[in-house]
């Protein structure tokens, strides 16, 4: 209002300058009720700005007058709502300091002041209670978030949550199939309903349930393929010894279509190229083990691959080893089997410089294992002798531990699969339940031959010969010096036995 009078006035003081400016002040009359009234033009002018402004004025303070009841009002509420801000936040603050009484005064007290913000005041009421250790509580903020729509989320996460605490298994579950059920859910209610029926083995369900929150968009294309993968390896492990055909038929689809989503999912493409060449199918097979290989080696890959084909020579096979290794040249399993291709091929020279490549790897128990091998294939056995004590206690490879020595690769229980569909779907990487039970698997270091240790010979303290002592039945004597030596000639070593195979050429297809 001030800055309109500040308008006016300078519009009346322009008009009147204007006027003295041209020098004539011009005439204005008025006549009203038998009253005639003569002046300037400036001074009418003024008049009127005068009573313009008086008038404005009189009518803003009737108005600040007749609102002065709201002002009040509105006055009350904002300072409500501050008292209710900070009583909320001294509740929060007093739940993260695990004060579970002080937090509860706080609720119940917010509950009265936060009446524009009662979602807030729930939740205050919810987490109180859980300070203090009160299930009743609990569950009854929790139940009183399902009459918003906008907290029905929250309190069904809360009531499962409460529901698994206690051990009802079953009324969680149906407030996570209530969550999903909402038009707006959350990723926690898929996940606890797959872990329940990943728990169960039921492979189909929870493939229907990843396909429900896809077209829901609940999860990413991505999480979602990576679980289908994985779940429909799972199922075909289960239908892969089943008495009726059809069973074993829908093993393998499901295999190779999990090989197929995920080439970079060893299990499943293990499985797949393992049916495949059961059904008479080893050049597919031999493709989606390739595929994988160049997607993600895994040591099961260069097995399954190998055993394939059981009617090749040595050489042979060490040419195809080395043919797929080339489909990822850069990566470490490819640079390991390198070293076993020449291995197997009886190349010592080409093994060795191949295990140039491993020189920065970690000394692992394989590692040490492929070393020893390398050294004793070369002749160098006091080298290989280093290798496998360094093997001995070097630490184990998880991917290695995926092989069981009877022959089959990932020999997974159904809740290993339930973990590794969990885990996978999620992050893209493998688990090694085989490695936390501890449980037997390949031996990573190689069984050389008995006359490996004869091969050695002895040293002297001189660095030549070894000096033998002949025993004798009475001691030598203070001053005596001992007799020297016989010079008999050193009898040779045994003839060694013939060389035992290669750890990789002594697996059998199962």
Do not use: C
Request: charged letters at 25%.
């Amino acid at each position: 209002m001030i800055r309109a009078g500040l308008v006016v006035l300078l519009v009346l003081a322009l008009a009147v300058a204007v006027l003295a400016l041209t020098g004539d002040p011009g005439r204005a009359n008025l006549v009203w009720l038998g009253w005639r009234v003569d002046m300037t033009a400036a001074t009418a002018v003024l008049l009127v700005g005068a009573g313009a402004l008086l008038a404005t004025v009189i009518w803003r303070t009737l108005i600040w007058i007749l609102e002065a009841p709201a002002r009040s009002e509105r006055a009350r509420a904002e300072a409500r709502r501050r008292q209710a801000d900070e009583v909320l936040t001294r509740g929060f603050l007093a739940v993260a300091a695990g004060d579970g009484s002080e937090a509860r005064r706080l609720a119940g007290k917010a509950a009265d002041l936060a009446v524009e913000a009662p979602g807030l005041a729930r939740i205050l009421a919810a987490q109180a209670a859980e300070a203090a250790g009160d299930p009743a509580a609990m569950h009854a903020a929790y139940t009183a978030m399902l009459g918003l729509p906008e907290m029905r989320l929250a309190g069904h996460k809360g009531l499962m949550q409460l529901a698994f605490s206690q051990g009802d298994r079953d009324g969680g579950l149906r407030h996570a199939e209530a969550a999903f059920g909402e038009a707006r859910t959350t990723r926690w209610a898929w996940r606890a309903l797959l872990e329940a029926r990943l728990e169960i083995g039921d492979w189909d369900a929870a493939l229907d349930l990843v396909k429900r929150a896809l077209d829901r968009k609940v999860v990413s294309p991505l999480v979602a393929e990576r679980a289908r993968a994985a779940l429909l390896a799972a199922r075909a492990a289960q239908l892969e010894h089943a008495p009726e055909p059809r069973a074993r038929a829908e093993a393998l689809d499901s295999a190779v279509e999990a090989a197929r989503l995920q080439p970079g999912f060893s299990p499943g493409v293990v499985m797949a190229a393992r049916l495949l060449a059961r059904d008479g199918k080893a050049q597919r097979a031999a493709g989606a083990l390739e595929a994988a290989w160049k997607a993600q080696p895994h040591p099961a890959l260069y097995l399954a691959y190998r055993d394939l084909r059981t009617d090749e020579t040595p050489k042979a096979r060490a040419a195809r080893l080395m043919a797929l290794a080339a489909g990822n040249p850069a990566h470490r399993e490819s640079r390991i089997l390198y070293v076993e291709q020449a291995l197997i091929a009886g190349d010592a020279a080409g093994a060795a410089e191949a295990a140039r490549a491993l020189d920065g790897e970690p000394a692992t128990a394989r590692i040490a294992g492929l070393m020893a091998r390398v050294a004793y294939a070369g002749g160098r056995p006091d080298e290989a002798r280093v290798w496998m004590a360094r093997g001995m206690s070097a630490p184990h490879e998880p991917d290695w531990s995926d092989l069981d020595p009877e022959g089959r690769a990932f020999a997974y229980h159904a809740s290993d699969w339930a973990r590794l569909v969990a885990t996978f779907a999620e992050t893209g990487e493998l688990i090694h339940p085989r490695l936390e039970r501890r449980e037997r698997g390949l031996p990573e270091l190689p069984e050389l031959p008995l006359t490996y240790a004869d091969q050695a010979a002895l040293l002297g303290p001189d660095g030549g010969e070894p000096v033998l002592y002949p025993a004798h039945e009475e001691p030598f004597g203070d001053d005596e010096p001992p007799p020297a030596p016989p010079s008999a000639p050193r009898p040779a070593p045994p003839a060694p036995r013939p060389r035992e195979a290669p750890l990789g050429e002594r697996r059998e297809v199962r």
